[in-house]
């Protein structure tokens, strides 16, 4: 069965430093997207991406992150400077096109830990 | 926007008794339904989904979820639990006018099944 996949599962890195989470989705699939999970808090949606575009963010999705799909087949996230506040888990997902089941395959997160 | 409160954050089972895991849901415009499941240290598995259809909704390993329209709810049920099934349980909601739209998920229900 296809799965979306993710890598590092786990990231640590110093305050300020730049992070690359990936993530490859499921191959014929059309909409990508991030959230992420603060220790203990509920998943809070980042940003989804169509078409080659940023379709929606949220608030938390500030200038310090951007999402780049850079070969057809990875979907990556970057923080520029990281924050301590920026340590949580961070899921990838993606979604069939247009008309199609509307279910978002998430994958199995990448730990961020910012010290 | 949607929002969605799950009203009970922790519950605790006794092996092979029925529990209920409540949702509700607040939104401008007609939404998807769906139940995710996340066991320790995992990803969000999907476990239910309403689309539309019958509003009760049944998954492969016993659970079941009734939509409530009138009541905006879509609680989830298991006439009988596992210590398997300790997890976690999140309700979330998107958008059914937008394609591709964020999910919007809920706080959380910590199930916890004892012998």
């Known amino acids: 069965e296809p799965e979306v996949t993710q890598t590092p599962s786990h990231q640590v890195t110093q305050m300020g430093q730049e992070v690359i989470l990936r993530c490859v989705p499921i191959?014929?699939?059309?909409?990508f997207y991030w959230y992420r999970q603060i220790l203990g808090q509920k998943v809070e949606f980042l940003v989804s991406?169509?078409?080659?575009?940023?379709?929606?963010k949220s608030e938390i999705f500030d200038d310090q992150f951007s999402v780049e799909r850079p070969d057809g087949s990875n979907f990556t996230l970057k923080i520029r400077s990281t924050k301590l506040e920026d340590s949580a888990m961070y899921f990838c997902?993606?979604?069939?096109?247009?008309?199609?089941?509307?279910?978002?395959?998430f994958g199995p997160g990448t730990r961020l830990t910012v010290l | 926007a949607q929002s969605v409160t799950q009203l009970d954050s922790q519950v605790p089972v006794f092996e092979e008794a029925p529990v209920e895991l409540r949702c509700n849901y607040s939104?401008?415009?007609?939404?998807?339904l769906f139940w995710y499941v996340q066991y320790p240290n995992q990803g969000l598995q999907l476990l239910l989904k309403?689309?539309?259809?019958?509003?009760l909704v049944e998954s492969i390993n016993g659970f079941e979820a009734e939509f409530n329209k009138s009541q905006t709810s879509f609680h989830l049920r298991k006439p009988s639990v596992h210590i398997s099934d300790t997890a976690e349980y999140f309700c979330?909601?998107?958008?059914?006018?937008?394609?591709?739209?964020?999910?919007?998920f809920g706080e959380g229900t910590q199930l916890t099944v004892n012998p």
């Open positions: 997902a993606s979604r069939g096109g247009p008309g199609r089941d509307n279910e978002q395959f």
């Open positions: 191959s014929n699939h059309l909409y």
């Open positions: 991406f169509y078409n080659n575009e940023i379709s929606e």
């Open positions: 939104s401008s415009v007609s939404v998807y």
């Open positions: 309403y689309l539309s259809g019958s509003t």
């Open positions: 979330a909601v998107s958008d059914r006018e937008t394609s591709g739209s964020r999910l919007t």
